[in-house]
């Protein structure tokens, strides 16, 4: 399968990459992709006229994948402005985006009573 990665963090110490990293090793046969959401500019209506070259490659990869795992931890109460900007990205057109009936699954972390329940 091709799977698209993508963490909420990008630290040298995530939790999120490393839970990310482990799923790779349980299915070594598979395709994985972690894009690089850090790289992304903020979502602007002038820029998704013209879209970089980044949100091109993330549009691809997330057309082209059979499947999303998304592993994050929760930043003040929320989900990491990184992954907000990337969901943004991707689920644009509403109704006809790269996403539409894409199987996505979601695992939270956070060192809090409740997890990542909040994200």
């Known amino acids: 399968m091709n799977i698209?990665?993508?963490?909420g963090s990008f630290h040298s110490k995530s939790k999120s990459i490393a839970v990310l990293k482990m799923i790779q090793e349980y299915f070594p046969?598979?395709?994985f992709h972690?894009?690089?959401l850090d790289d992304l500019p903020f979502y602007s209506e002038d820029l998704a006229v013209n879209k970089p070259d980044s949100i091109l490659r993330l549009l691809d990869q997330v057309g082209e994948c059979e499947g999303i795992i998304v592993c994050s931890p929760e930043y003040n109460h929320s989900v990491p402005a990184v992954l907000k900007n990337a969901i943004d990205w991707v689920s644009r057109p509403a109704f006809n985006s790269v996403l539409k009936d894409k199987p996505v699954t979601i695992i939270t972390q956070a060192n809090s009573?409740?997890?990542?329940?909040r994200a």
């Open 4 to 7: 698209l990665l993508m963490s």
């Open 29 to 31: 046969s598979d395709n």
């Open 34 to 36: 972690f894009p690089k």
């Open 113 to 117: 009573p409740v997890g990542g329940a």
